[in-house]
């Protein structure tokens, strides 16, 4: 059975950096695109940033890639999410998922989820 897990959140600081780790199994992940995601209480689910093994790193918004890295570690089974410069408003559930093959911009048309990390950033 394909499985993601994340790890890395809790409290940071404002302005604080933190990262979130991916990881998978049950599937070959050469051949899958897995995006990160979030939300927030109230709020849709929103896409950060994807990458897949045929394109490079893609965000949402120029707003979100100024602020958020993704890479991936095919040889750990891994993708790891950088965020940087946090603010309140970024205080979600983060949940890394998987499509075949291509990132795609829409969220549901990702398949296999984790069951998300949160990060909440405060003082």
């Known amino acids: 059975q394909a499985q993601l897990v994340e790890s890395g959140g809790g409290l940071v600081q404002p302005g604080g950096s933190l990262n979130l780790s991916c990881t998978t199994s049950?599937?070959?992940?050469?051949?899958?695109?897995i995006g990160w995601f979030r939300q927030a209480p109230g709020k849709e689910r929103e896409l950060i940033s994807c990458?897949?093994?045929?394109?490079?790193?893609?965000y949402y918004s120029d707003a979100l890639e100024g602020r958020f890295t993704i890479s991936r570690d095919s040889a750990k089974d891994t993708i790891y999410l950088q965020m940087t410069k946090a603010k309140p408003e970024d205080t979600a559930i983060y949940f890394c998922?998987?499509?075949?093959?291509?990132?795609?911009?829409?969220?549901?048309?990702?398949?296999?989820w984790g069951q998300g990390t949160q990060v909440t950033v405060s003082s």
């Open positions: 998922a998987q499509r075949p093959y291509r990132c795609s911009w829409k969220v549901d048309a990702y398949g296999h």
């Open positions: 990458i897949s093994r045929s394109e490079g790193p893609t």
């Open positions: 049950g599937f070959e992940l050469d051949y899958q695109a």
